[in-house]
């Protein structure tokens, strides 16, 4: 096994602690004793003394050749369609453990804690279905164009897929996003915490054109209905100006067509706004003069407040950010070792212009790098160099959007907004780095 | 009133608003086609507060009452009060218009099928749920005209939120940049229960990069009983999952438990099928399971015998 190195910042689970015959149970006494207190020294000797006999000589690790280095490698195409390869079989999408009592109306959440930069790949953007996932047959798929229109249009997917077309970054993020979190810290990890989050390059028609193309009534014209043709018949109501701004009707996902988890073949991009207006499976838009005051805008998706009113058409997410890394579930295993702290922050109000960390949970603050590019209503990655002196540290990130507005606290937004209000958690979260280098989701 | 009528109803409707409007102009990029008024029609389901896309027909609370029982107990529950699935309290106490209500149901209920209502059952059933809710009486009737009317007991607490509504909208909360000595004292106020996460989410390490998929040496993965092929897909395709697990209670039994329920009856079969397309309760408790009128006699026949398949409980 290699040499420690006590300036290496190394995270736990890292893969080689893990190389090993002895499979689960060998975690599993590794895991038992860093618990145990001297986490170094626990590893350090389990490293001497734990290698089970007939162990094969690391013969992969320099001076050794691997024996991929000494075999002809698979063909080309061999996977026409490519796949993560077999070791990443851990980075998936997961459900929360009774979070929901059906999984046709669930959500599974993003693995952000193993992402990098600010795309998230196709297969893993979170997906939060109402009534199940439909899977359409594009040909016979029809997006309907009708209400306060000069001529009410029914549109193929070949026609959109002609019509002029526009690509652009931005993120998607379910209301409900941290819902969990409003009473106290209910769940272990960023998966779980900021998971229903996702940022593609959406290709689609711009919906202006598609309202120019059907002549739609500019005087009055004032909401738009979007339905989903699933079997939810998911509606949501878009106002006039935010169709008019950058409201695409979209195909495509990271240069490639949908996934049907995320709306194939079509499905409404709304940039900044709650997920659930982002109408899936698209194939309705009606203009009108009014609200449509849909089920997703008083049963579900309003947010109630202490007083007992519930706020109807909270339609824009306001900024946040999370760090990713170190976050809830890891373990930092080298004290006095470097780390860098990364994360995401997003407004849907603008662009990022600055994020702040805290290691003192929020006594201290410093500025953090921005990764370039920084997008309108897109993530933003940050980072910020980190040296763990081995004691307890609270981790938080702090982001400020171009319109000036900081990102709150927990405290301040229950405040305002009580306990119950489901939607809209953009709070501060903490991170606390235990003795062990354990990451637990706290609050401050 | 049947769907079809609806449409034609709709339909002489659009016909005079069309017949009334502007002359088309031509669009620039000649794609896409006109819709049709009958198309239109078929597909225009939304209905707003003040009425508008309501179609004719009625349906009063009892009976919206019979519909209720056999069609959406099993998962709210008798009187809504949920039996596994959600409650309709919220009608009560979250809903400002009785016509959303008839919007939600007309396109998304039952759950397992939805828009297999007509417009008469829709009203009835929206009356039954109205009613459970006390919001309207035993003897109300809900039509186009009537349920615009209703007066929700929420109506005036719903209120739309200006500083969300648009990017300009002003915030109700500001915190500020304070970058140095912001707290006087920083304390852990809330943090998960000990215990909380192992029994829960099991070994969350497995959530990183790493572990099992790392090793190649990990203990393979048990592999799953053999199956008669088709069952699983059926179960999924006529929505069968949505109340029943193959190792849980959901609303209805698990199928394994019904396995081993019938396994030395060799009549049980044909009985089961025929319970399956009647629906119907006794067997299990007092929850009806809603006749299964969609899947063919042949895939009724495939998940009865997958489901005799089954390995036992243990």
């Not at chain 1, 290699?2 to 015959?21: T, Y």
């Not at chain 2, 629906?279 to 998940?303: F, H, I």
Request: charged share 20%; aromatic share 8%.
């Amino acid at each position: 096994m290699d040499q420690q190195d006590p300036k290496r910042g190394r995270v736990l689970p890292a893969p080689e602690n893990f190389l090993d015959p002895a499979g689960k149970s060998r975690r599993r006494a590794l895991g038992g004793l860093l618990t145990g207190g001297a986490a170094l020294l626990a590893a350090n000797s389990l490293r001497a003394a734990e290698v089970p006999a007939g162990t094969p000589a690391p013969t992969r690790f320099p001076p050794g050749v691997p024996p991929w280095s000494q075999t002809l490698g698979k063909p080309v195409g061999a996977n026409p369609y490519g796949v993560p390869a077999t070791f990443e079989g851990n980075i998936i999408r997961r459900s929360s453990p009774g979070l929901t009592t059906t999984t046709q109306s669930s959500v599974a959440f993003t693995p952000l804690q193993n992402l990098f930069g600010i795309i998230t790949p196709n297969g893993l953007h979170f997906e939060r279905n109402h009534n199940g996932r439909p899977d359409i047959d594009p040909y016979q798929h029809r997006l309907l164009l009708h209400g306060l229109v000069r001529e009410p249009k029914l549109y193929t997917m070949e026609d959109l897929l002609r019509l002029p077309s526009v690509s652009r970054i931005h993120f998607v993020e379910c209301g409900a996003n941290s819902a969990m979190e409003w009473a106290n810290p209910s769940v272990p990890t960023v998966q779980y915490t900021h998971g229903m989050l996702g940022c593609s390059e959406w290709t689609g028609v711009l919906l202006s054109t598609l309202l120019e193309d059907a002549g739609f009534d500019e005087k009055k014209a004032k909401y738009l209905l979007a339905e989903g043709a699933d079997a939810a018949g998911l509606t949501r109501t878009i106002p006039i100006g935010f169709a008019l701004d950058d409201v695409i009707v979209a195909y495509g996902q990271n240069g490639e067509m949908l996934r049907p988890e995320q709306g194939y073949p079509l499905r409404l991009l709304v940039p900044g706004v709650q997920g659930i207006s982002n109408v899936k499976w698209l194939r309705r838009i009606k203009v009108g003069d009014q609200p449509f005051n849909t089920r997703e805008e008083t049963l579900q998706y309003s947010d109630l407040m202490p007083d007992g009113s519930s706020r109807q058409y909270t339609w824009i997410q306001e900024a946040k950010s999370v760090i990713t890394s170190p976050s809830g579930g890891q373990q930092l295993l080298d004290k006095g070792g470097y780390f860098e702290i990364t994360g995401l922050a997003w407004s849907g109000r603008g662009h990022i212009k600055r994020v702040d960390i805290s290691t003192d949970g929020g006594k201290n603050w410093r500025a953090a790098k921005l990764q370039t590019p920084v997008l309108e209503k897109a993530l933003t990655r940050f980072r910020a160099d980190w040296t763990w002196d081995g004691s307890p540290a609270l981790l938080q990130s702090r982001c400020i959007d171009s319109t000036g507005y900081v990102q709150p606290k927990m405290r301040q937004l229950r405040e305002v907004r009580g306990t119950a209000s489901i939607y809209h958690n953009n709070a501060i979260q903490t991170w606390l780095v235990d003795a062990e280098g354990k990451v637990h989701n706290v609050e401050v | 009133m049947s769907r079809s009528e609806r449409i034609v109803g709709a339909l002489a409707a659009i016909a005079l608003l069309v017949a009334a409007g502007p002359a088309a102009a031509q669009s620039k990029y000649h794609l896409g086609q006109k819709a049709t008024p009958e198309q239109i029609a078929g597909w225009d389901i939304d209905v707003r507060p003040d009425g508008a896309g309501l179609p004719a027909g009625q349906g009063s609370v009892s009976q919206g009452n019979d519909i209720y029982d056999a069609q959406c107990a099993s998962c709210h529950g008798t009187f809504g009060e949920s039996n596994t699935y959600l409650a309709l309290t919220g009608v009560k106490t979250k809903l400002n218009y009785a016509t959303t209500l008839y919007d939600y149901i007309n396109r998304a209920m039952p759950f397992p099928h939805s828009k297999s209502l007509s417009a008469d059952e829709v009203y009835a059933v929206t009356a039954y749920v109205l009613n459970l809710s006390d919001v309207v009486p035993a003897d109300f009737v809900a039509d186009r005209d009537s349920l615009p009317k209703v007066e929700m007991p929420y109506r005036d607490r719903v209120k739309p939120y200006s500083g969300l509504m648009s990017v300009d909208g002003k915030a109700d909360v500001q915190n500020t940049a304070c970058m140095q000595n912001c707290e006087k004292e920083v304390k852990v106020t809330a943090s998960l229960p000990a215990g909380f996460v192992e029994n829960l989410y099991g070994d969350i390490r497995d959530n990183f990069r790493g572990l099992a998929t790392m090793n190649k040496l990990a203990p393979p993965v048990t592999s799953a009983p053999v199956e008669v092929a088709g069952g699983l897909e059926l179960i999924q395709k006529h929505g069968c999952v949505v109340c029943h697990a193959v190792d849980k209670k959901i609303v209805g039994p698990a199928f394994r438990s019904v396995a081993d329920k019938y396994r030395d009856n060799a009549d049980a079969r044909a009985q089961l099928i025929r319970k399956i397309r009647d629906g119907g309760s006794g067997a299990w408790g007092t929850v009806p399971m809603p006749p299964q009128t969609e899947p063919s006699d042949a895939d009724l026949a495939t998940v009865v015998e997958w489901l005799s398949t089954l390995p036992g409980e243990k």
